[in-house]
């Protein structure tokens, strides 16, 4: 008799480990390591004296450990806090998820800064602290931010011509066979060229490096979205028109109520893939010949050395790209939901 409760209460010690400690009313111990982790880099980057280059030390360390001690305690007081505080419980709840990359970001900025900015084993100007980056945005920030516009402009002409053209080549294959017959061909061949190959034509042809640019944003995206359109609309079942025919649908009707909505799911992966490869094409295209941008930002610093100013505009670079998909993420949920039952998310 005394093992069935043991047998009943064996599945509370596989409960997942990050599960809310609100609702036990005890501490969120994986806050409170975040929070020893976050405390530790502040008083590492502070109180340890830098490893000075030349005649300068690097500004913004003693606000960088500063900064880094106040998350460490506002984190230590919602992991011990919470539980007895209501308005702290949704903080807890928001951060939970994240607990371990909590700890893992002070951790790495501690390895980063103590092979930088305390003893100087990475050399100069390659490689610099993390409160170099600071410096960058809080100086820089003009040049930075009017590059970002213009990277933001030229990735949204580029791109959404390029994705409009190909869903609508990709319909018109996928429906008619008599476009398929003609256009089908040409995009098997010129459609696997990189877009970076057509760089010296395009900016022959074109009369600005801008307009090449966009051409060639679009060219890159405009290829995956037109080849799982035309995937998309071709796939869909015989039966969905025979039904809609019986009913006594049109041919506009079949292709807009019954071939664009079913073909969507594809219509979204060749979104993403052409969202990639603008990615890659914007940023050279830049390089090589648009006058404003972040792939500018990043050829400007490199010819100034200033490899500080290549690493902030690297991780702008990196989190505005990620926003973006993550965007097109929340389109596609939202597009598609009526087939949420139907797909797998």
């Known amino acids: 008799m005394s093992t069935i409760p043991q047998t009943l209460e064996a599945p509370a010690a596989l409960s997942n480990p990050f599960a809310d400690a609100v609702e036990r009313g005890g501490a ?6 975040a929070a020893l982790a976050w405390a530790a880099f502040g008083l590492l980057t502070w109180r340890w004296p830098n490893h000075v280059v030349g005649f300068s030390d690097w500004a913004f360390t003693a ?9 460490g305690v506002v984190l230590f007081v919602v992991a011990l806090a919470a539980g007895n505080v209501a308005p702290l419980r949704p903080v807890q709840e928001a951060l939970q998820p994240a607990g371990p990359w909590l700890i893992a970001v002070p951790a790495v900025l501690a390895l980063w800064e103590v092979l930088t900015a305390k003893s100087g084993a990475l050399p100069t100007p390659f490689f610099a ?21 213009n990277t933001l402009k030229l990735l949204g002409i580029g791109y959404l011509l390029g994705a409009l053209t190909g869903f609508l080549v990709g319909v018109s294959i996928g429906w008619s066979r008599a476009v398929g017959y003609w256009v089908h061909p040409v995009l098997r061949i010129l459609g696997p060229l990189p877009a970076t190959a057509l760089l010296p034509i395009t900016f022959y042809f074109f009369p600005s490096s801008y307009s090449a640019a966009a051409f060639l944003i679009a ?9 799982l359109t035309w995937s998309g609309v071709a796939g869909v079942s015989k039966s969905y028109y025979d039904v809609a025919r019986t009913l006594g649908a049109s041919n506009a009707f079949l292709v807009l109520r019954v071939a664009i909505p079913a073909a969507l799911p594809q219509v979204f992966v060749g979104l993403f893939m052409g969202l990639g490869g603008s990615f890659t094409v914007l940023v050279t295209a830049e390089m090589m010949g648009v006058k404003s941008g972040l792939g500018w930002y990043l050829t400007w610093a490199q010819g100034w050395a200033s490899y500080v100013n ?3 505009a690297l991780i702008v670079m990196a989190l505005l790209f990620s926003s973006i998909i993550t965007l097109l993420f929340k389109v596609r949920d939202r597009a598609l939901v009526w087939q949420k039952g139907t797909l797998k998310w």
């Not at 170099?132 to 590059?147: C, F, H, K, Q, T």
């Open 63 to 71: 606000e960088l450990g500063v900064a880094a001690l106040i998350v």
């Open 129 to 149: 602290p993390p409160q170099a980056l600071i410096e960058v945005y809080s100086e820089d920030w003009p040049r930075l931010g009017d590059s970002v516009l």
């Open 28 to 33: 969120w111990r994986t806050g409170a390591v």
């Open 310 to 312: 290549m690493y902030a």
């Open 219 to 227: 060219l890159a995206a405009g290829f995956p979205v037109a080849v």
